[in-house]
């Protein structure tokens, strides 16, 4: 505790303990909102930053400490409509470490023979006390002293043992975790929402708010579980280490936890609490750190403990990944295939390393489900390289200014009336397919890809300027793009020179001639339609028809009007094309639209039948073969190209069922796998004799 008479430089000024006041009246009221209501109005990241605040100014200023301060004490301050229970030895909160630096310094102060480390579960911590082997009371930390009696609700956690087994101790407090697995938080916040009760902010709220619960029905019917972190009072056994007391209370039946280890020094602490952040989402349950504890109890006590904390255990922080932030907005995506989405538009936040201010909100329902309304400071969490997700929103903050999205019924890229593609479908979405200006920018944008026809021009920014311009109304016009047509727009155009101006030979319009993008754009269409086949059946759009589908129905049919008039059954019975890639395709002539799409890009001059090149021998049909690393002589696509030409089938993954691997400079685990189950291996000169003579040439 600080000590009050000790002088300090000067009188604590009135701004001073006005900023004190501020802070902690701040991390009170969030106190009394997070643990009184397990609703919390700051995020725990917030909440942190306040409180280091705060014990960064009293250490500075000992004389602002009064006994409110909440540095001084341990989370809840007060007691509720639950009948008070007094705990034979205090429950203490932990004090905090965020970074490797602080750990070191922690453990560097706190020696000890070994030491304890743990998962710090985000749960509420609950106090068990057995009186002659039977579960007599069960209550919350409360205020360190006195907790909340919570006994008929604990009674309904799956795993706390009723009764203990004989020679189990007289009196035993056992100390643990209480939480809400992340598996069943999901389906919880939605069932509240559809009551219309207030969503919880995480599975740690969510654990706290079940168990403190009037009625213990309601409690049972979570999915609450409990792992054990410590001891209290004992009479009847002795136990030497914290590590001990765990297998002791193992033997009598409770729920331990199994990642928790022994080691010696802090480089293993250090490695334990890196390892576990890089796994923090495998677990079943939230962590929000690592606990670090003297094992030894006879050190322990030798040790002791501040008002709040321990001084023999400390509580490393992993960066937060959840944070508040407001809702400005919600609007919605029109994407490829008309599919309308909603999104949140919020005010930036930086979260797991990086700028948010937007998240998907995946549809209509969706929003309902999560119960938000625009204008809410909402939860939002990202974990790691996951996408941002809108948890849910913080009730009570609202000041009635908030509003409930609604679902638009026209499209806002081309104004046709939304609707769902069949009946009973949750998303809605643009029937213009053809010329709604956002499904087409992403065709055109698709079709430009380095995997399809390669037009590098034609980005997202070119593909908006030439619907911006009403130059195409679907990508057939693309192929027919003139010079004339480009000059239209901004994009690929650029202010002329004096010179050019006066060059009557150089095309321009209102003192503009093409930019170097314009040309290329150009260029690069013309380049195009030179494409083997397969990649201006990709560039069709059709739904499933990637490239690996796309090189098949090429290789197997030659050419667009064959495809168009192969049965389902011959579509199907192409490698790698199944009944659902034949549906799509069948479907997709069936356009007419598309069809006339097709049209305009032959009478363009675009491939429609790959050159039949009837001296390529059929040397591989029936065979499988993968090839792996970089050869001199093909490219990874010249490669596949080589086989399928030939009748085989280029797999991507070694197997049983591959026939040949060849192997190239650097191949990776490809080649050590087809070496283990004994595959025919092949150097690129056995691969180039595999082509032409088939497995005869390897005799
Ligand atoms: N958002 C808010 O407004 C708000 C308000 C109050 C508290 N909080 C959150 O709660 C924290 C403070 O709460 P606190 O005092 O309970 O401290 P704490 O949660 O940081 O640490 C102490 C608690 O950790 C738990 N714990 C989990 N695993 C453990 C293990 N293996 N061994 C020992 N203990 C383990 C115990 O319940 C113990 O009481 C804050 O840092 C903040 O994250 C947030
Ligand atoms: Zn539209």
Redesign the pocket.
Not at 91 to 94: A, F, K, N
């Given at each position: 505790m600080t000590d009050h008479t000790e002088a300090e430089s000067g009188v604590t000024s009135p701004e001073l303990r006005r900023a004190w006041t501020e802070l902690n009246t701040r991390l009170t009221e969030?106190?009394e909102?997070?643990?009184g209501a397990d609703q919390?109005?700051?995020?725990?990241a917030?909440?942190?930053a306040a409180?280091r605040e705060l014990e960064d100014l009293e250490a500075a200023h000992p004389s602002l400490v009064t006994p409110d301060s909440v540095t001084q004490r341990?989370?809840q301050a007060r007691i509720t409509e639950f009948k008070p229970v007094e705990h034979r030895r205090r429950?203490?909160?932990?004090d905090?470490v965020f970074s490797a630096e602080e750990l070191d310094g922690w453990l560097a102060r706190t020696p000890a023979s070994s030491y304890l480390v743990?998962?710090?579960?985000?749960?509420?911590?609950i106090n068990l006390l057995y009186l002659g082997g039977r579960l007599a009371v069960a209550a919350t930390?409360g205020d360190g002293r006195v907790g909340e009696d919570v006994t008929p609700n604990v009674a309904t956690i799956a795993g706390i043992p009723h009764r203990l087994p004989a020679g189990a101790p007289s009196v035993l407090e056992v100390r643990g975790?209480v939480f809400f697995p992340v598996a069943g938080f999901e389906k919880l916040n939605e069932d509240l929402v559809e009551a219309g009760r207030a969503p919880f902010a995480n599975p740690r709220n969510a654990a706290a708010g079940s168990l403190r619960q009037k009625n213990p029905e309601v409690t049972a019917s979570r999915p609450l579980r409990m792992l054990v972190?410590?001891i209290g009072a004992v009479e009847g056994a002795e136990f030497e280490t914290q590590s001990g007391a765990y297998e002791a209370l193992k033997g009598w039946g409770f729920p331990t936890?199994e990642t928790?280890r022994v080691v010696g020094t802090g480089a293993e602490v250090q490695e334990f609490v890196a390892w576990h952040g890089e796994h923090r989402h495998d677990l079943s349950h939230e962590i929000?750190g690592i606990?670090v504890?003297v094992d030894d109890l006879a050190e322990q006590d030798r040790l002791g403990a501040t008002s709040r904390a321990p001084r023999w255990?400390i509580?490393y922080?992993y960066p937060p990944e959840e944070v508040n932030t407001k809702l400005l907005d919600i609007q919605v995506n029109v994407g490829r295939t008309g599919r309308v989405t909603p999104f949140g538009v919020m005010e930036p936040v930086f979260v797991s390393g990086s700028t948010v201010e937007m998240a998907t909100l995946h549809n209509a329902f969706e929003v309902e489900r999560k119960g938000v309304l625009i204008g809410d400071t909402v939860v939002l969490r990202k974990a790691g390289d996951v996408i941002p997700e809108i948890v849910a929103p913080v009730v009570a903050l609202r000041d009635g200014t908030e509003r409930a999205f609604v679902m638009p019924t026209h499209c806002p890229s081309c104004g046709t009336e939304l609707r769902p593609e069949k009946e009973g479908d949750k998303d809605i979405r643009c029937p213009n397919a053809r010329s709604c200006p956002s499904q087409l920018r992403e065709r055109l944008f698709g079709l430009a890809s380095r995997g399809a026809l390669d037009i590098e021009a034609l980005g997202w920014e070119g593909a908006a300027a030439l619907l911006d311009g009403r130059l195409l109304a679907d990508e057939g016009g693309l192929f027919t793009l003139t010079a004339a047509d480009l000059l239209t727009t901004d994009f690929y155009t650029r202010a002329a020179k004096p010179a050019e101006l006066a060059d009557e030979a150089t095309p321009k319009r209102d003192g503009r001639v093409l930019a170097a993008a314009g040309e290329k754009l150009l260029t690069n269409l013309e380049a195009a339609k030179a494409q083997p086949l397969w990649r201006v059946l990709v560039a069709l759009s059709i739904r499933h028809v990637g490239p690996t589908a796309a090189r098949s129905l090429a290789a197997r049919f030659g050419s667009v009007d064959a495809i168009r008039e192969a049965s389902l059954e011959q579509l199907a019975s192409a490698e790698g094309v199944g009944g659902v890639i034949a549906e799509s395709v069948k479907g997709w002539f069936d356009v007419d639209w598309h069809d006339a799409i097709v049209a305009a890009w032959a009478e363009a001059g675009v491939r429609m039948a790959d050159e039949v090149d009837e001296s390529t021998p059929r040397t591989l049909e029936g065979l499988t073969v993968v090839v792996t690393g970089s050869l001199d002589g093909f490219t990874r696509d010249g490669a596949k190209e080589a086989i399928i030409s030939r009748g085989g089938k280029a797999a991507g993954s070694v197997s049983k069922n591959t026939d040949y691997v060849v192997i190239g400079a650097n191949a990776g685990s490809k080649a050590a796998k087809a070496e283990q189950l004994g595959l025919p291996i092949l150097d690129e000169a056995g691969f180039v004799r595999l082509l032409a003579e088939g497995p005869a040439g390897l005799e």
């Open positions: 969030a106190q909102a997070y643990y919390p109005t700051l995020s725990d917030d909440y942190d409180m341990v989370g429950m203490l909160s932990l905090n743990e998962l710090k579960i985000d749960g509420l911590a930390r975790e972190h410590g936890a928790c929000d606990v504890k255990a509580a922080k």
